[in-house]
């Protein structure tokens, strides 16, 4: 993903809506008119790099000020929807609490995702409570490096906690995914996967047969030997 200073500059320098470059006094009169807050001195220091950690509600005042989507800052789309207002997505993280864990075990613990994302130094430290504050909705303005760590552990778009469209097909997939691991089949494969230098090539199409038949005919995994027995029954 691109640094935010780089993105903010690019946007100051060629708005999108083709007005002459932006300065950062401008810029900061354009927040506060929308009933925001950044004052053109903490601009400066964001276009320069020597702050790049600003908060959610920054990255959403400083996106509405310059007409784009604040997905933009964070690797998403540019272009604003008609009557579109985005922001944080409250749901966005209890969504990926729920769903994306590994197969032989339930949901992580915010101590968990904690202590991972706190531990690689990547993108600073968060604690279990602040996670907890996020997800009870208590709190909802975390900075971009919070943002980005939690995306990095899940697995997800960093977009994904603003993008409503965005959102839209990753929770539709993610509905998908959980009815599979329902099912049974999410720890099945995974297992399978595991152990497929184990299995002969005859055993790999099986599988892949097996799967075909209860998915599109609805008739499940015909096992070999009561093949052969039904077909020695009517010789």
């Known amino acids: 993903m691109r640094p935010f200073a780089e993105v903010l500059n690019e946007l100051c320098n060629n708005p999108p809506d083709?007005?002459?470059?932006?300065?950062?006094?401008?810029?900061?009169?354009?927040?506060?008119?929308?009933?925001?807050?950044?004052g053109h001195g903490y601009i400066s220091q964001l276009r320069l790099g020597v702050k790049d950690n600003p908060t959610c509600q920054a990255i959403v005042d400083?996106?509405?000020?310059?007409?784009?989507?604040?997905?933009?800052?964070?690797?998403?789309?540019?272009?604003?929807?008609?009557?579109?207002?985005?922001?944080?997505?409250?749901?966005?993280?209890?969504t990926l609490f729920e769903a994306v864990h590994p197969p032989d075990r339930g949901p992580w613990s915010p101590e968990e995702v904690a202590a991972a994302i706190s531990s690689s130094g990547q993108f600073g430290s968060i604690s279990a409570s602040y996670i907890r504050e996020l997800l009870s909705n208590t709190s909802d303005n975390p900075r971009l490096k919070h943002i980005l760590g939690l995306a990095d552990h899940f697995g997800a778009d960093p977009a994904y906690f603003f993008d409503?469209?965005?959102?839209?097909?990753?929770?539709?997939?993610?509905?998908?995914?959980?009815?599979?691991?329902?099912?049974?089949?999410?720890?099945?494969?995974t297992r399978l996967a595991e152990r497929t230098g184990?299995?002969?090539?005859?055993?790999?199409?099986?599988?892949?047969?097996?799967?075909?038949?209860?998915?599109?005919?609805?008739?499940?995994?015909?096992?070999?030997?009561?093949?052969?027995?039904?077909?020695?029954?009517?010789t």
Request: no cysteine.
């Open 198 to 234: 184990d299995l002969s090539p005859q055993a790999r199409a099986a599988a892949v047969e097996g799967f075909r038949q209860a998915l599109e005919v609805g008739e499940g995994w015909s096992f070999p030997l009561n093949s052969r027995r039904s077909s020695a029954d009517h």
């Open 62 to 94: 400083l996106a509405g000020a310059l007409g784009v989507h604040p997905a933009v800052f964070l690797g998403g789309r540019r272009e604003l929807r008609t009557a579109e207002g985005p922001g944080w997505r409250p749901t966005a993280l209890s």
């Open 164 to 189: 409503d469209e965005l959102a839209a097909r990753v929770d539709s997939e993610l509905t998908d995914f959980l009815a599979l691991r329902e099912l049974g089949v999410v720890e099945f494969v």
């Open 18 to 38: 083709g007005r002459g470059k932006v300065t950062n006094v401008a810029l900061s009169a354009a927040v506060k008119s929308r009933g925001g807050d950044i």
